[in-house]
Structures are given as structure tokens and as C-alpha cells.
């Protein structure tokens, strides 16, 4: 079986420790086999990565651009290419797989910029002859630990603008749908990396532990699930590293009656089901304020017309769940609601596809008349599921919304021009759409969850993760000597 190789200092090569098969969603043939990085490996990935930084951080920074440049337009012209490996890893449909390549690639176009983000600041004359400026400088090397919903894309979130700014990288990637990470190596390697830049090492728990405890790693950016989240964040910063961890969600969408019902339906059924719920940002509580509870027959209708499929049924909206386990606990979930007492307009329990009987399928599934002690409310199903709940006024959408731990995302559908400023003010989740149901914001911003959805200070890309990934160093200068009187040559004689 073809045993995937870890990437350091520049090369593909095999790994001694032992492995565990990745299989595909939709069919359970074996893709290939990832192997657990030994210590040994760990350590070699960590010293070729730190000699590579002390090279590193010496290149000028346009020179670092450039090297950006090349690789987003390798990465564009392999779009198609990744995004078949995606189809294959993880079950998206073509577009979802496309879509996410492209959210990827939008990061390192603005890392491409990296000269203007790294600037600094200065003050002239802060007291008489003497200027105070500050330097961004690169803080050496660093890690990122990545899930398995966007095996593409998020690796992307991190490396490209962590060595923009000087430093080097070590990733870990999910070991659920870890081959694509590879395939991004490669391309890195094509647009003129050097050796030790970024490195390689698959494997699962053990090796998230040796980069949180390894002393020569600087900084730890993760994305996961929320206990482990907490966990990796404990642990990184009691080793001293300065860390960011993005963690699981349960977003909101509020729904107004003045809203516009078709939008509003059309999105929840698309934010809930797009990518099989698979996304940190997946809409997976509504909120019907006042008359739009009448609206939930025409939503199960909506609901029960999107199914499941494999990547290339240009009908299917989404596909497979990404492990048998993950439908199963998905499956255990609608039952323990269904046995709290919420009602079931909609089963996805018991869905198939025909020609696949081995997909780890689940049907779009719709719960009414929700409660916020109910598990189906409180855990993050990361399923197609959606849970509903009806309540009287805009005032206490926002009292429900703010009380959950979660927050990630939100989104209000309305006419009402006050009715969503004062949401967007009075909500506590840190990602707010107004008549758009995943308000993921681009690379120039930073993806900015709040509460139990994000452990740190400074959030993932845009100009929150320059600040993450570099240290600010404060100068403050005088000078004793005379101006030098410059010769007709531009020679300098000193008086
Ligand atoms: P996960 O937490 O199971 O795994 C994430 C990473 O952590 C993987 O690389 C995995 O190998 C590693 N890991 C798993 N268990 C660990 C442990 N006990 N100790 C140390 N490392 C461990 O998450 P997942 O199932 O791969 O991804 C889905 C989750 O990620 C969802 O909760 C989703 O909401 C979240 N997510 C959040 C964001 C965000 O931006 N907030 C983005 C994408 C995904």
C-alpha cells in the first residue's frame, strides 16, 4: 500500500514509525496509508527548520514576496489538481473542493504584500535629537496543527504568511485526509523554497505533543475541535509558546419576520448542508423570531430536496461525512433528540445513495421547538442537522445567542436597517453576517471567533496574524556625531 512520506528539509522521505489507513468517505477504499512520525523525525523536522530560519530571516523581504508570487500561481494553476485530490480525501463536491482551494489561495495573494503589513511605526524627535521607531522582526520557528474539514485551506491560513514574515514552519495536518498538505509541499518546493522552510510531520496526537513541548518552537497556531483546543492551548502556553487556537462553533441564524422568507430558507438550507455541515462556520441553529416559525414546513421542504452524493453527481449538494465514526455520532445525536423531546420534521438517519452503500451518508435532518438544555442545542453536531428554536422578539434571539459558550459565527436575516445594526452591536460572537449566512471574512481581515470558539489573543490571517507571527522590537536612537558633508562625487568628508 502506498505509505504517504513526511516532507523535511525539502524532500519526501519514508517514515520509520507506524501508520493507520485513510480511507474514502464515500466508498471505504483505502487511499493510502499515513504514517505517525517518530521522535526522531519530530526532532530532525524541528533543528532542520530552526537552521533554515537563521538563512531565512536574513532574505529581504521583497524576496520573500516573490517567493510568494510564484507559489500562488502555481497553486492556481494546479487548482484542479488539488481539488480532485479533496474530492477524493474528503467526499466535497467539485465546487465546495474548488471553493476551497481558492480560500486558500486568497491567503498567499496577501501574503504577496507582506513588505507594506511588516511595517513599522516612528516617531521623529520624541525628545530634542532623539527619533523612537519600532522593527517587525520574524520569532523563529513555529507549528501549525490543522482538522480535517479543510485539509487545503487551512494549512494556508498559516504557513504562507508565518514564512512571509520571515519565520519558519513545521505542520501537522489532519491524519483523517492528510495527502493534500503533500501535494502542497511540492508546489512550494516548485516556486523556489528552500530546503527546511516548511516542514512535514503526519501523524495524530503524539506528535501535536512533541511540537507543543519542543522548546525551539516558538509559536503554535491550531485548528480543532474544542476540547482539544483548550487542551493544546493549556499545554503550548505552559511551555511558553505564544498561541492561537481555533476551536468548534455552534452559529446562529436569526430570522426576522420582516425578512426576505425565500433568501432566508434558500441560505439555511445551503449554510446547514453545504460541505455536509462540515464547517466550523456551518449554520446549525435557526432562530425564528415571531410569524417566520410559520415558516418551517416550506424549510423541511426545502430541507428534504437537497441530498447526498458523490463528488462528481453534479445533483448531489453535498457529500459523505468524512468517517463512519462521524456519522455514527452524528446518528447518536439526532436519536438523543428525538429522545429530549425535540420534534423530528426531518430524518436524515437513514439515508443512502445508490452505488455507494458503503458512504458514510446523512440525510438533511430539521429539529422544531429545540431547548437550550437539550444536547442537540448545546454540542456541535457538525452534521446536516439543523436545530430550530421560536422566540417573541429580536431582544430575545440576542439573549440566546449571547448565552451560548459558542462563539464563531452569526447571522441575522431582516429589511430592518436598526433591527441589524443593533444585532451586530449587541451580539457576542466575533464573525456577524447580515443577510448572509457564513460571513467568513477575507484574508485583509482576520477570522475573528470569540469565546469558546478561539483560545489566544491575536486571531488567524490578515493583519492579527503578522502581529502573531512576528515580535516587535522598539528603537530609540541618538546620534552624537556631525552631520557628514557629502563631496561632488557623493563621497563622504567628514568635517
Ligand atoms: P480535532 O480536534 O479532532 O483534530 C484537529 C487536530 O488536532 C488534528 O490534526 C488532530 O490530529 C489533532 N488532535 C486530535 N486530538 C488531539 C488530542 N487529544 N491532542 C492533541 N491533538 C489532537 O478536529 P477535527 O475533527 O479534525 O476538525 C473538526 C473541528 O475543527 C470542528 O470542531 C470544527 O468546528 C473545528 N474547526 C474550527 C475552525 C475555526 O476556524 N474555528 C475551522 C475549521 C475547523
Not at 465546487?95 to 501574503?111: M, S
Not at 419576520?257 to 445551503?270: F, H, M, R, Y
Not at 462528481?312 to 456519522?327: K, L, N, S, V, W
Amino acid at each position: 500500500m502506498n505509505k504517504l512520506e513526511l516532507f523535511i528539509d525539502g524532500e519526501f522521505v519514508a517514515s520509520r514509525g507506524d501508520g493507520i489507513e485513510v480511507t474514502d468517505p464515500a466508498t471505504q477504499e483505502v487511499i493510502c496509508e499515513v504514517p505517525f512520525a517518530t521522535a526522531d523525525e519530530v526532532d530532525r523536522a524541528v533543528q532542520g527548520a530552526k537552521e533554515t530560519f537563521r538563512a531565512w530571516r536574513e532574505v529581504p523581504t521583497p524576496e520573500r514576496a516573490r517567493l510568494l508570487f510564484a507559489y500562488q500561481d502555481l497553486l492556481k494553476k494546479h487548482q484542479d489538481d488539488i481539488a480532485r485530490d479533496l474530492c477524493r480525501d474528503t467526499g466535497k463536491t467539485w465546487e465546495d473542493a474548488r471553493g476551497e482551494v481558492w480560500r486558500g489561495i486568497e491567503v498567499v495573494e496577501h501574503a504577496c504584500s507582506i513588505a507594506s503589513l511588516m511595517m513599522g511605526e516612528t516617531v521623529e524627535n520624541v525628545a530634542r535629537g532623539i527619533d523612537t521607531y519600532s522593527l517587525v522582526q520574524p520569532i523563529g520557528v513555529c507549528a501549525g496543527i490543522t482538522p480535517f474539514n479543510f485539509p487545503a485551506m487551512v494549512p494556508l491560513w498559516m504557513y504562507p504568511l508565518a514564512i512571509a514574515c520571515g519565520n519558519t514552519f513545521i505542520l501537522k495536518p489532519s491524519e483523517q485526509d492528510p495527502t493534500v498538505p503533500n501535494r502542497l509541499m511540492a508546489l512550494l518546493k516548485e516556486a523556489g523554497a528552500p530546503d527546511g522552510l516548511v516542514q512535514v510531520i503526519h501523524g495524530g496526537r503524539e506528535q501535536v505533543d512533541a511540537l507543543l513541548t519542543r522548546p525551539d518552537i516558538r509559536a503554535v497556531s491550531f485548528v480543532g475541535s474544542a476540547p482539544v483546543a483548550k487542551a493544546v492551548y493549556a499545554k503550548a502556553a505552559a511551555n511558553g509558546k505564544r498561541v492561537q487556537a481555533l476551536a468548534g462553533a455552534k452559529n446562529h441564524l436569526v430570522v426576522m419576520p420582516d425578512a426576505d422568507k425565500e433568501q432566508a430558507i434558500a441560505s439555511l438550507v445551503g449554510a446547514t448542508c453545504g460541505a455536509a455541515g462540515q464547517r466550523c462556520m456551518a449554520i446549525s441553529a435557526a432562530v425564528l423570531v415571531g410569524g417566520a416559525a410559520d415558516w418551517l414546513p416550506d424549510l423541511a421542504a426545502a430541507m428534504a430536496a437537497v441530498r447526498p452524493g458523490p463528488w462528481d453527481d453534479e445533483g448531489a449538494g453535498y457529500g459523505p461525512q468524512i468517517t463512519r465514526a462521524a456519522r455514527q455520532r452524528i446518528l447518536d445525536a439526532i436519536e438523543s433528540g428525538k429522545a429530549e423531546g425535540a420534534d423530528c420534521l426531518l430524518d436524515g438517519s437513514e439515508c443512502g445513495v445508490p452505488g455507494y452503500p458503503k458512504g458514510n451518508w446523512v440525510g438533511p435532518t430539521l429539529f422544531a421547538n429545540v431547548t437550550r438544555d437539550m444536547s442537540i442545542y448545546a454540542q456541535e453536531i457538525f452534521g446536516p442537522v439543523l436545530v430550530t428554536s421560536t422566540v417573541a422578539t429580536l431582544d430575545d434571539a440576542i439573549d440566546l445567542v449571547n448565552a451560548n459558550p459558542f462563539g464563531n459565527g452569526v447571522s441575522i436575516f431582516t429589511s430592518s436597517g436598526g433591527a441589524a445594526r443593533r444585532f451586530q452591536r449587541e451580539i457576542e460572537v466575533g464573525q456577524v453576517g447580515i443577510n448572509i449566512p457564513i460571513p467568513v471574512p477575507l484574508p485583509f481581515f482576520s477570522f475573528t471567533g470569540w469565546k469558546d470558539s478561539f483560545f489566544g489573543d491575536q486571531h488567524a490571517y490578515g493583519k492579527q496574524a503578522v502581529r502573531f507571527y512576528t515580535e516587535t522590537k522598539t528603537v530609540t536612537a541618538r546620534w552624537f556625531d556631525e552631520a557628514p558633508v557629502y563631496g561632488p562625487n557623493m563621497t563622504i568628508r567628514l568635517k
